[in-house]
């Protein structure tokens, strides 16, 4: 089975080349796709395991999964392929995870994120990973994720009036970086909300800085429990959402700046990535997107794959400080860590509008999207499921045209 998977094309890069490869620009790169991860992605990770009822620690295990061992497998397949091929989590995945929560048992939830990876690992094996992509129209799944998603636009509007004097400069601070493109590419929106808003919290005294202490991670040991429930509704919403919403968003941008990505190794790290960071909680792996895009946007083409190491780097150091970083945002107000999630799937919410209902399958993915809002669990298996199911047998009723247009 292991004759699908690509081959480097070049020989393993030595200490010496990768340090001559490596530059300031690529160091930049880097560290701001580093520093959007561990922004809005994080706030994600901490607003799902709070209100899921997790514990500090099994919350900072969770980080320490995500970041450490992805961090391993970046470094490892960049420097392999002489690719940017930076891999973090699953965010639509973890949004979902956070639905599953509420009726799930962590240890249940756990149990489906080993299914996935054991399911990616065959699925890259195999070299069927195109075809299985392929197999729900990517309108009917982007409406699924809408409406998943939309919680968080929803939190970030209700935070601004909940809590004006944090929230209120974060916003106004986010839409003037993202209306002046120049400002914008110095200082990311989204970090400059996180840095306004920590203003913001700590003038009038809410932020309790005297508990904050350096620690490395201890990372807690979750044994699954294999739960029918738990596999019907997880495996098949988590596994799109890696290999069609995330790694297809991953091998188009880095296509884009001329990278052919090796797809069925990508996909067997993903896999891989799952079984390992599931050991401690960690959500399903995927390629990211928004930190390659930022790798690859400006320098040389075959030097891009040194900004990658250095975002694994850091990542694994990130990990290994996760208790720090998990407490310092636990301690902060929650509309803060609210709005940060909400503003950082403000434009993936767009997008996912965009590609539900732009023009095939529009009536599917509308059902899918109704389906996942209304979040009525049935048989004990959540509502994206349900949705995902819905709008593929509404579309395969009413919308047969659209099937014949997307085989051609």
Same mark, same amino acid.
């Given at each position: 089975?292991l *004759?699908h998977?690509? *081959? ?5 890069p ?12 690529y ?13 809005? &992605?994080?706030?994600?990770? !901490? ?5 899921g009822?997790?514990? @500090? &620690?099994e ?13 391993l ?6 420097g ?24 799930l ?9 080993y ?5 990616m690992?065959?699925?890259g094996a195999?070299?069927?990973?195109k075809?299985?992509?392929?197999? %729900? ?10 409406g ?7 939190e970030l ?13 974060? %916003? ?13 590419? =110095? ?16 003038? &009038? ?6 508990t ?5 991670? =201890? ?14 509704? !997880?495996?098949?919403? /988590?596994?799109i ?13 880095l296509?884009? #700046? ?15 990535? +799952? ?8 959500? +399903? ?16 083409? @075959?030097r ?6 250095f ?9 290994l400080? $996760? ?27 767009q997008? #996912? ?13 509308? /059902? ?11 048989l004990?298996?959540?509502? $994206? ?24």
């Open positions: 089975m *004759r998977i690509e *081959r480097p094309t070049e020989q393993l030595g200490l010496g080349r990768i340090v001559s490869d490596f530059g300031l620009l160091a930049s790169n880097g560290f701001i796709g580093w520093l959007f991860a561990v922004t809005g &992605p994080v706030a994600i990770i !901490l607003a799902v395991g709070s209100n009822g997790l514990p @500090e &620690p919350i900072a295990s969770w980080i320490f999964g995500v970041f450490f061992f992805n961090g497998i970046t470094l490892l397949l960049s392999l392929y002489r690719q940017p091929l930076v891999f973090f989590w699953t965010i639509p995945g973890t949004v979902l995870v956070g639905q599953s929560l509420t009726h048992s962590f240890p249940q939830v756990v149990g489906a994120f299914f996935t990876g054991l399911v690992l065959v699925l195999s070299g069927w990973v075809r299985a992509m392929q197999l %729900v129209p990517m309108p009917i799944v982007m409406g699924m994720v809408a998943v998603f939309l919680r968080f636009g929803l509007v209700r935070a601004v009036f909940a809590d004006t004097i944090i929230v209120g400069p974060m %916003v106004a601070i986010w839409i003037i970086l993202s209306a002046i493109p120049r400002l914008g590419s =110095r200082i990311p929106p989204i970090i400059g909300a996180l840095l306004v808003g920590a203003v913001a919290a700590i003038l &009038p005294g809410q932020h309790d800085s005297a904050l202490q350096f620690e490395l991670i =201890r990372p807690v040991i979750q044994t699954p429990v294999w739960s029918v429930a738990a596999m019907v509704e !997880l495996v098949v919403p /988590l596994a959402t890696v290999l069609v919403v995330q790694n297809g968003q991953g091998f188009a941008v296509g884009a #700046a001329g990278h052919v990505a090796p797809v069925n190794a990508v996909t067997m790290a993903c896999g891989l990535g +799952s079984v390992i960071s599931a050991i401690v909680g960690g959500v +399903s792996t995927c390629l990211t997107g928004p930190t390659n895009a930022i790798v690859v946007s400006s320098g040389e083409q @075959e891009h794959y040194t900004g990658a190491m975002v694994g780097c850091l990542a694994v150091l990130f990990g400080l $996760a208790p720090t970083f998990t407490r310092l945002l636990l301690l902060s107000p929650k509309s803060l860590v609210m709005a940060l999630a909400g503003l950082a799937m403000l434009r993936v919410l997008s #996912a509008f965009n590609a539900a209902f732009n023009e095939r399958f529009s009536l599917g993915a509308l /059902l899918a999207f109704l389906v996942t809002v209304a979040d009525v669990p049935l004990n298996v959540g509502a $994206a499921f349900w949705g995902l199911l819905a709008g593929f047998a509404i579309s395969w009723l009413l919308e047969k045209p659209d099937f014949a247009t997307e085989t051609k």
